[in-house]
């Protein structure tokens, strides 16, 4: 959410934001209801300075003079009757509209329309080029009896699958591996609920807008997160932190859940587009300071890069542009792996600032050394998300004979064991 009152200062750099990102928001009407709302409530506490002033005056007046003070306290207290339902029916619009005001992007963020208009900045590594006919990510599980996705399919519909025996390992390792990096760098982990109330979604930019990705438990109102970013940001939502307490870095390793309504092509071949997955995630909780905050996100990418690293996985870094960020996104980069079987990079992370935008909708604050009340700054990235890196691991350590080498990262979570075979 946007402080209101950077909006009345500069309505057309949010009417700008939200175009550039692709949101219809209408912000002329919300400062229309913005004002009326501070007329109402203006004219309420006149009102109750008006009352206080003739109930004092009250007892030491008599005959007219006393009747004429109780006719206008009754006036008054209709009036204050009437504006409390003014105010009433207005403060719902006002929040609808200002939930859906969208975060402006950073200067450095590239204009466009959607991910193909994002902004290459680096790459890393060195592409594969084979000497045989390599097999996509589907035929070596096949093969390699370790992905099954026709049983998957069977038992939970489309985009599900298995993952079997050596692949459920390799699946393992690498959350393993992901994790105990993170750890070493002073990340907390935590163990986290992934069935959420709406204000948690609401509170971390979710809703409104990700309903229709989101797997709502209706009974229970409860809804299924679609990443481990939802409870780590919201962990102290409400809360007033010490300065000295920040920057608060977590992770956490959890089953994702997403509807992917919409999706088509070659996003749902394999294990590129799924409903089911897990992901460690790192989150800072951080001071409101914009220079600190993208020191931060300089952080949280380098430390997934690392993991690429380890791991030999050739990818690039992009700068998303206007279009591809969510509302509240300040600015995000991307990591994309080289996939093989798609000719192309694929994303495998996504490093995401927010500054006080989600922090400001969960009222997450701290105590400043001058005992003023601030707004955290929130940021997260992946750290990794499988069965999607499955797909270049799998495919990118292919050998000849159908087998697949075991980066060497993960051959200690894997026994020790150099290789998978059929």
């Known amino acids: ?43 309420l506490q006149e009102i109750a300075t008006e009352k206080n002033k003739i109930g004092k005056s009250i007892p030491k007046l008599a005959g007219r003079q006393k009747q004429s003070a109780l006719t206008e306290l009754g006036e008054l207290k209709k009036e204050e009757s009437s504006l409390n339902e003014r105010i009433k029916a207005l403060e719902p619009d006002f929040d609808q509209i200002m939930q859906q005001v969208a975060q402006p992007a950073a ?3 590239p204009f466009g329309e959607d ?36 049983r998957g399919v069977k038992l939970a519909g489309t985009r599900n699958y298995f993952l079997k025996g050596d692949g459920a390992l390799l699946h393992w390792a690498v959350l393993r591996f992901a994790m105990d990096s993170i750890i070493t760098k002073g990340y907390v982990p935590l163990a986290v609920p992934m069935l959420m109330r709406d204000e948690v979604m609401m509170g971390t930019g979710f809703f409104p807008g990700s309903e229709d990705q989101t797997y709502r ?38 089953t994702c859940f997403r509807r992917e309504a919409g999706a088509a092509g070659k996003d749902t071949h394999g294990l590129y587009r799924i409903h089911q997955f897990d992901k460690v995630e790192q989150v800072i909780i951080g001071e409101n300071d914009e220079e600190k905050s993208k ?34 996104q300040v600015q995000k980069y991307d990591i994309e792996a080289w996939m093989p079987s798609r000719n192309s990079y694929g994303e495998t992370h996504s490093a995401s600032r927010f500054y006080e935008f989600q922090a400001r909708r969960m009222n997450l604050r701290y105590k400043t050394t001058q005992k003023k009340n601030v707004f955290c700054h929130t940021l997260n990235n992946t750290v990794i998300a499988s069965p999607r890196i499955l797909i270049p691991i799998l495919e990118l350590n292919q050998n000849p004979d159908g087998s697949v080498k075991i980066p060497k990262p993960l051959q200690l979570y894997m026994n020790g ?6």
């Open 107 to 109: 200067d450095d963020v």
């Open 115 to 150: 991910d193909t208009q994002n902004i290459e900045l680096r790459k890393w590594g060195n592409i594969r080029k084979f000497d045989f006919e390599p097999k996509d990510h589907v035929q070596l599980g096949l093969d390699l009896d370790i992905i099954d996705i026709e």
């Open 295 to 328: 020191q931060y996100h300089t952080e949280i990418l380098a430390n997934a890069e690392e993991v690429m690293q380890a791991l030999e996985l050739p990818y690039r870094v992009v700068n998303v542009c206007t279009g591809d960020l969510g509302r509240g």
């Open 1 to 43: 959410m946007i402080d209101i009152k950077l909006i009345r200062q500069d309505p057309q750099r949010y009417k700008d934001a939200a175009k550039a990102k692709g949101f219809d928001i209408d912000i002329d009407k919300l400062l229309n209801v913005d004002s009326e709302l501070r007329k109402n409530k203006n004219r």
């Open 217 to 254: 438990i209706q009974k229970d109102s409860l809804n299924l997160a679609g990443t481990a970013e939802v409870p780590l940001t919201a962990y102290h939502k409400g809360e007033l932190l010490k300065e000295d307490e920040l920057p608060l870095k977590y992770v956490a390793l959890s």
């Open 417 to 422: 064991r150099k290789v998978i075979r059929d």
